[in-house]
């Protein structure tokens, strides 16, 4: 029997700004259990500062209620500066978060502007590792990432969707060249190119994600158990790598 | 009974991967339930080529052709390709008309064919530029007696956009290649009707092994998930 972990690298709680997409923690519990997913990393849906004043707080509460389930990550919007920098030392430092969100898309922030780097620069210092969903649109390019991860080697960057399909085979060309980029695998939808990228930038690289609720932790499990893959590279990218980046026990 | 409604024949899709290839197609359909499959080609140069491979699995493979704006002799390439075998649809068409033409401009020669041979027609959506689905809006209304899928339900960043249209518009329908979250396919059905969507997997790009668990993880009804998964293409396509 394998006791390997898997840990869902890229979840949500709470609701965007129209109610469109939604989850709670029952809801997100009730699907880990469903499908084997025995941790995961869970985010806000909307970033803070923001029309969800309570997003972080559910965020820690959930962890709270269930921290042998959940691992934290606070969102933040980098437009906000001070306001920014500081919300991100109190998760830290006061409420214990252990990673970042930075969504270049619902910030309108390609990842390589200079007014992010304070924020980044802080993760750093951390040792934080970031979040940085990418895919379709002009803010989600993994070039711009890439700008990022030059400029402070130090940060762990994870590309979020792995590009999506149109950039998936440039992200996993960039996580193979740098060394500070990991590719999480949710919502670029292709079996095929779960094996090129661990070909490319080696199992250590990959982290599974079910990017729930835009996407589903059953087809995305099934995307990587689907793969082909040597049951150590498998057992690695569902949930190996994560812990062993996250530290947890 | 499962009934693909989206999947591609041949074509260069990763390097060194053969599975649009047959036998690797029939084998993934055999090893997921999948009864039939509407297949078509990603470049129109093979055209006949992949007819005449659908053409050995009558039973399995019921052929789309890809008819293009820019080729010559589009009604001659149609003959031809019925003398191979009965095609019972256009696509997949990825719309590129650039700026200086609209949509329905560009893609006039093609509907023409579709309506005068009673045909359906599969759009490629989701991308920016040319295939953002409401850029279709045109053709749907300007062809009310041809039948659209709206393929990929418009991807990540469309889906609302589809439903809009799927509900605009009684002559369109989508596949749900692209579509990746349970509560998106939920909306649809509930805004739009079940009989508007078909079950899709893009193979080999995807997987019908991803793309299948896909619709189970949004736990329909039976009745509901019967129609998304073969009952609505048979409909439409008359199967």
Redesign the interface.
Known sequence: MNTNPVIDFHAYLGKDAYNDFHQDERELLETMDEHGIDMAVIMPLQDYPGPDTESLLRIYKAWRAYPDRFIPFARLDPRYGDLALRQLSHAVENLGFMGLLFNPLSTQTPAHHPALMPLMMAAAGYNLPVMIPTGNGYFGLPEQVVVLAKKIPLLKIIIGHMGTAPHATRSIDLAGRYENIFLETSLQQSTYRIPMAVSTCGAGKILFGSASPYGHPFPEKEKIIGAGLLQAEQDMILGLNAQKMLGLP | MIIDAHVHMRGK??QG?N?GDKPGLIDVMERHGIEKSIVMGLTAEDNLEILAEIARFPKQLIPFILLLPGQNNLDSMLEKSNEIVAVRGIGEIYAQPGPAQSHLDYMRPVLEIARHNNLPVLFHT???SYTAPMMLMEIFQAYPDVNFIIGHMG???FW?DTIELLKMFPNTYTDT??M????ILR?AIQECGPEKILYGS?F????P???I??I??AKLDPNTERLILGENATRLFSL
């Open positions: 899709v990763f991967d599975r989701g991308d920016f991807s990540h960043h609302l290649s692209g990746q979250s349970p509560l909306r893009d080999p790009y995807w997987d092994g991803v793309e668990p896909r189970f993880a």
